[in-house]
């Protein structure tokens, strides 16, 4: 009971800390999806992988993406039934809707490790969004030749359309338009990662943001972050609200909410359930309007 009390009186003053900023910042990793119900395991990978999972005995999307094929063929018939999954036929989350109805009206910026689209499909303004690991939804030369993505839709779908047991047809194994070379994800694993221009472009607006605001009242609000990147999200998150004593550091959740000790007095940790938090938050806001 007296952890629920907690978590409620933890909740009202994130409220109190969203409606005071001058501006937010949302860094969101894979725990956001997780809450929307978009995990990477269990049933759902089962749906859209089984054959991989029988042969292959993998049984996530995560490893299973890091699995070594013998052929190319059947290294596109997973990765085209992953990106389906995770990127075109998943809907859209609607904690990522409930978020951005909560940050309606405010000055914010998102900076994500997620690589699901999620908040675009959310109806987030996209110059308001740096997606720093790729996108799922877009493909790069393996080498790279050139600093160069490209859309991949049409391209996954005809290839997931012609798989026969666990590969796809030889002839539809994308290729750069440039060198000729196979073409691979756009999703920072190794130093093949291409970032293009669209990539420099949003990570200059990310700047000029925090720029702008350096000073202000500014929530950094951390949801879903793990230790896998600590150096994109929590690290930075952490170090710009020690360095900024009108900031507030927020964490949600679940298993995993920690601050550093040396900003604990500007803090709001919660252990929950995002989906859940966000959820709170919205009620919380509308019960003042009325």
């Known amino acids: 009971m007296e952890a629920m009390v907690q978590k409620s ?106 690589v699901d689209h999620q908040f675009q499909r959310a109806g987030f303004d996209k110059k308001r969004l740096f997606y720093t690991q790729g996108d799922y939804g877009l493909f790069q030369c393996s080498k790279p030749c050139c600093q160069e993505t490209y859309d991949n839709e049409q391209m996954v779908r005809a290839m997931h359309s012609s798989i026969e047991d666990t590969a796809i047809s030889s002839e539809l194994i994308p290729l750069c338009p440039h060198c000729g070379g196979p073409l691979t994800t756009n999703l920072r694993c190794d130093g093949t990662f291409v970032q293009d221009e669209g990539w420099y472009q949003a990570s200059d607006r990310y700047s000029d943001f925090l720029r702008r605001h350096k000073g202000l009242k500014v929530l950094f609000l951390e949801l879903g972050v793990g230790f896998n990147t600590p150096g994109i999200i929590k690290y930075p998150f952490w170090q710009m609200t020690s360095r900024n004593s009108k900031a507030l550091f927020a964490t949600v959740n679940s298993g995993e909410a920690i601050c550093h000790p040396t900003i604990e007095h500007r803090s709001i940790v919660i252990d929950g359930d995002i989906a859940q938090v966000v959820s709170s938050l919205l009620e919380l806001r509308e019960e003042k309007v009325q």
């Open 9 to 114: 009186k933890s909740i009202q003053k994130l409220a109190e800390a969203l409606q005071d900023a001058d501006a937010v910042v949302v860094g969101a990793g894979a725990g956001l999806s997780a809450s929307a119900g978009f995990g990477y395991s269990g049933q759902r990978f089962t749906r859209w992988c089984e054959p991989w999972e029988k042969k292959y005995d993998v049984h996530d999307f995560y490893s299973a993406g890091f699995y070594p094929f013998s052929t190319l063929e059947e290294f596109w018939g997973l990765w085209s039934a992953s990106i389906l999954a995770n990127r075109y036929e998943c809907g859209v989350g609607e904690v990522y809707v409930q978020l951005r109805a909560l940050l309606e009206g405010k000055d914010y910026f998102v900076l994500t490790t997620n």
